[in-house]
């Protein structure tokens, strides 16, 4: 009886080290196709999509959902914005990570934004519940609060954002957004945003706007590029 027991917590543990090894190899080889396939493909080109997506159906995985990213980002480009949210629908959830998740959901809320789907780009971000991206979440929820014309619950909401930033990882697009509804309501800005100068209403709304989406813009793709990036490492 002794022996028994011996032996199959033997067998149990050696299972368990050869699922291990096997999980280790799926995620190797995972990997190795995300950047054969994925990224160092052609996107824009026809056949490169066809593989993408031929990628995408085999991999419920985290690859799979990185690789939705990928094309979710072509899509944005080519201004597909309809087509990029379903993408991201289908995506979330795919690779079962908390983190990509998140990502995800905060790009569909971007994009629902855009598309003036207020109300689920709300879900979105409630789904997207966990202290490391509150700053961002606040900041979709001021959009879409400014987009509505509550001008002073935008302004709440930025200035919460603006809070919420840690050092080093200043965000110009959202000071700008902050700024220029505080210059549309004839309130100077906070001191420790004035950089040495009131924000006055010289400039034109046209110009101010077109300057922060500029910047928006820039910020919302290099920090799409470096998400995509560090969950692809995180996935290793």
């Not at 299972?15 to 190797?28: E, G, S």
């Not at 690779?95 to 990509?100: E, F, Q």
Request: a negative charge; charged letters at 30%; glycine letters at 8%.
């Amino acid at each position: 009886m002794i022996f028994g027991g011996v032996l199959l917590a033997i067998v149990l543990i050696v299972a368990v080290y050869f699922y291990r090894d096997y999980v280790t190899k799926q995620r190797q080889r995972g990997a190795n196709e995300f950047y054969a396939e994925v990224l160092n493909g052609d996107i824009n080109d026809p056949k490169g999509l066809e593989t993408v997506k031929s990628f995408i159906s085999e991999h419920g995985d985290v690859y799979g959902e990185l690789a939705s990213a990928v094309v979710v980002k072509s899509l944005v480009s080519a201004g597909k914005y309809e087509e990029a949210l379903a993408n991201l629908k289908d995506a979330i959830g795919r690779g079962n990570d908390r983190i990509l998740d998140n990502i995800l959901r905060i790009r569909a809320a971007r994009l629902a934004v855009t598309l003036k789907k207020y109300d689920e780009a709300e879900s979105y971000l409630r789904a997207a519940g966990d202290d490391a991206v509150k700053g961002v979440v606040t900041e979709i929820r001021g959009d879409i609060a400014a987009a509505k014309g509550q001008k002073q619950e935008a302004v709440k909401l930025y200035r919460e954002a603006l809070d919420l930033i840690k050092e080093g990882f200043e965000k110009p697009g959202l000071k700008m957004k902050y700024e220029n509804l505080l210059s549309d309501k004839g309130v100077k800005p906070a001191p420790e945003f004035a950089d040495g100068e009131e924000a006055g209403p010289a400039a034109s709304d046209s110009s101010a706007s077109s300057e922060s989406s500029k910047a928006q813009d820039a910020a919302e793709s290099k920090a799409e590029t470096a998400d995509t990036t560090a969950a692809a490492d995180s996935a290793n």
